[in-house]
């Protein structure tokens, strides 16, 4: 199946300072991809849906000028946690459906950042 | 919009039993069901899916049953082994329409006992 790599997989900082995730497709191209937030044992919680050279579109409740999603290539995707602050700390995932929309999503590997 | 609810939220299983984790969902419309297994600290993965068309779908120890008037699925797992401790979670969408945007179940935490 086709391979999506997050980075890092795991980072801490300092409160006040940015963060950027990034998520690659590595064998396929991904015009799509989606962000995730995920709290200690509970399920996936949907942020945003990037977009290949047009803006994302954010969920509902979730702060874009926060949360800074760039997705500037088709095998690129970031996510810039600006700001950070504790309440940020959680593990974020991204995904990236297959070429045909036939469903499946592939996930990246998680990063978890921890902010002090 | 699609609302996915998953039970049970945690389930325990001694090695060798099976075990059963369902999903119902609201939108009619949904028509690609998968499952995906989350290992601590990692990703999901995913085990086996289904679309409206079919009703069952084995692979091995695994599968997944499909009623669609009911619109509910759920995930099947025979003779269990510890590696298959995890957390599982079930997903509806209807991908054309969605560029492939899934609404997930909360979660099963699966664990089985050696």
């Known amino acids: 199946g086709a391979v999506v790599s997050q980075h890092p997989s795991w980072v801490i900082c300092k409160s006040g300072t940015s963060v950027k995730i990034e998520c690659r497709s590595l064998?396929?191209?991904?015009?799509?991809m989606f962000w995730y937030r995920q709290f200690p044992k509970q399920s996936l919680m949907l942020m945003a849906t990037?977009?290949?050279?047009?803006?994302?579109?954010?969920e509902q409740g979730v702060e874009k000028d926060k949360f800074l999603i760039n997705h500037a290539s088709l095998t690129l995707s970031t996510l810039t946690v600006t700001s950070a602050h504790p309440e940020d700390s959680s593990f974020y995932i991204c995904?990236?459906?297959?070429?045909?929309?036939?469903?499946?999503?592939?996930f990246g590997e998680g990063s978890r950042l921890t902010v002090l | 919009g699609e609302n996915v609810e998953q039970h049970p939220s945690t389930l325990s299983v001694q090695e060798g039993d099976s075990a059963v984790i369902k999903c119902t969902y609201s939108?009619?419309?949904?028509?690609?069901f998968p499952w995906y297994k989350q290992e601590l600290g990692k990703g999901p993965q995913l085990i086996i899916d289904?679309?409206?068309?079919?009703g069952e779908k084995k692979d091995q120890r695994i599968a997944v049953t499909l009623n669609k008037t009911a619109k509910h699925f759920s995930l099947h797992i025979t003779e269990t082994q510890p590696e298959d401790s995890a957390v599982y979670f079930c997903?509806?969408?209807?991908?054309?329409?969605?560029?492939?945007?899934?609404?997930f179940g909360d979660g099963t935490t699966l664990t089985v006992k050696p």
């Open positions: 289904i679309r409206s068309n079919v």
């Open positions: 995904s990236a459906p297959d070429r045909e929309y036939t469903g499946e999503l592939f």
């Open positions: 997903a509806a969408s209807i991908p054309r329409a969605n560029a492939g945007k899934s609404t």
């Open positions: 990037s977009n290949e050279g047009s803006k994302a579109t954010y």
């Open positions: 939108d009619s419309a949904s028509n690609y």
């Open positions: 064998d396929f191209q991904a015009t799509t």
